[in-house]
């Protein structure tokens, strides 16, 4: 829609002027540059923000005792001490007219309240204009946004959202609300408008490609690719959409808390936005064994967040990525529904990472782990012939190496692990719970 086109530009001309525009052209000469020039960025800022934290809020003066402190050594940021603490994170540096509030929803049972600033927001637009440009997306044309809208707008709100409806060129499908009928009329609309890109929830996305793949249609977009975000991209929900839609879903990863983390290239890896993120995995070797996702916003100074203990796993990969783009690799982003296993130290393992060193192991056709006790795992196995003593050995010493040395892993042969009532194969499971031994 060339109008509506037309509209973006002006109205961004209009908004942010020149400096936007700079701006956007030096994200991208940042991030498509070397990683040197990067790292080097990302350190300078680091340093910036520590140094601020330390001078202007009553949390970190007292948490770091210096304005130059080493980032190692500076306790992890957890979402009770923000509850606790709300006020003494504030930086003195802004007032209270400058914060500007956000929560994160329900998925993790109990909302949280944080505060961003002004420059907080423009720097994490950039940064989203800059990866959406991976999956297709280029400012002002028409895009399919499947995401949560109150279903109820009136008066204001609704023309509000009317407007930015169409000066991004983008028609909404709401993720809230699917039904039969909402999806026949955006598939419609979608019909004439022809999106380039599509953003989406990944359960939305599920069920609106459900939806297209049921009633049989076609559609011929012409989409460039599908922007996926905000929930775990279950690898169903993938394959579906990329069949239905003829296009690849590109996997966006962040939080309301920090912003945009990484963005999956077209080679299918998940590059870290170094440039508003110092990402640190909480493990002896984040390479090897995967973590706690522990993340340093670069671009908050209203209310800084060190080394915040975001709630998803994961692990770094060193491996340089065939797409040509430097930025650093998040190798295996975990969701939270698999087991959590302890070790008599405290550690909590988290059970990716034994589907993860498992899942292609030649000879082993399924598999489940089962913690019983902190000394003792039941390792069932349905194998077949090209079993080797040598797996066996691999195997046992990749949980040992995790659990403990002197953990017993007792090996099972089956003809087939069961699947449980609730239909979920569950390739992990511990029966350990805090203070078992
Ligand atoms: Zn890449």
Redesign the pocket.
Request: hydrophobic fraction near 0%.
């Given at each position: 829609m060339l109008l509506s086109k037309m509209a973006w530009h002006s109205y961004n001309t209009y908004r942010k002027g020149a400096y936007y525009r700079s701006q956007l052209s030096q994200t991208i000469e940042l991030l498509d540059g070397a990683r040197e020039a990067i790292m080097e960025f990302q350190t300078e800022r680091l340093q910036k923000l520590l140094r601020h934290a330390y001078r202007t809020t009553p949390y970190y003066h007292k948490l770091l005792k210096t304005d130059a402190p080493d980032i190692t050594q500076i306790p992890t940021l957890e979402k009770r001490n923000i509850r606790e603490h709300l006020e003494r994170l504030c930086s003195g540096a802004f007032t209270a007219q400058e914060r500007i509030k956000n929560a994160t929803g329900g998925s993790t049972g109990t909302p949280l309240t944080f505060y961003q600033g002004r420059y907080y927001w423009n720097q994490r637009n950039l940064s989203v204009y800059y990866f959406d440009r991976w999956a297709g997306w280029n400012p002002g044309e028409p895009q399919l946004v499947v995401w949560g809208a109150p279903a109820d707008m009136e008066g204001d709100a609704r023309w509000k959202h009317k407007f930015n409806e169409f000066w991004r060129n983008q028609y909404w499908l709401n993720g809230f609300y699917l039904t039969q009928r909402t999806m026949r009329n955006a598939y419609e609309k979608m019909e004439r408008a022809r999106p380039q890109t599509i953003l989406a929830y990944p359960s939305s996305l599920y069920q609106f490609a459900r939806f297209v793949f049921e009633n049989g249609l076609k559609p011929r977009w012409g989409l460039k690719g599908i922007i996926s975000s905000a929930e775990m991209l279950h690898p169903h929900y993938r394959d579906l959409a990329e069949t239905v839609f003829t296009t690849k879903v590109f996997n966006r990863y962040g939080g309301r808390e920090v912003g945009l983390i990484a963005m999956e290239?077209t080679?299918g890896?998940m590059?870290i936005n170094c440039r508003d993120i110092y990402l640190e995995i909480d493990s002896p070797n984040p390479y090897t064994i995967p973590g706690e996702i522990l993340i340093t916003q670069l671009n908050n100074y209203v209310m800084p967040f060190i080394r915040y203990r975001i709630g998803d796993i994961g692990m770094l990969s060193d491996e340089i990525?065939p797409?040509g783009?430097e930025l650093p690799i998040l190798a295996d982003l975990f969701g939270r529904s698999t087991a959590t296993f302890r070790t008599r130290t405290g550690t909590l393992i988290h059970g990716g990472y034994f589907t993860q060193r498992f899942y292609h192991v030649t000879g082993v056709n399924q598999f489940q782990l089962i913690q019983e006790t902190l000394r003792r795992c039941v390792l069932k196995l349905v194998i077949d012939e090209q079993w080797t003593e040598e797996t066996r050995r691999y195997l046992i010493q990749s949980i040992q190496e995790v659990l403990g040395g002197d953990v017993v892993v007792a090996v099972e042969f089956v003809k087939e692990i069961p699947l449980p009532t609730s239909g979920k194969r569950e390739f992990t499971i511990s029966k350990v719970t805090a203070g078992s031994d």
């Open positions: 290239c080679e890896r590059h990525c797409c783009n």
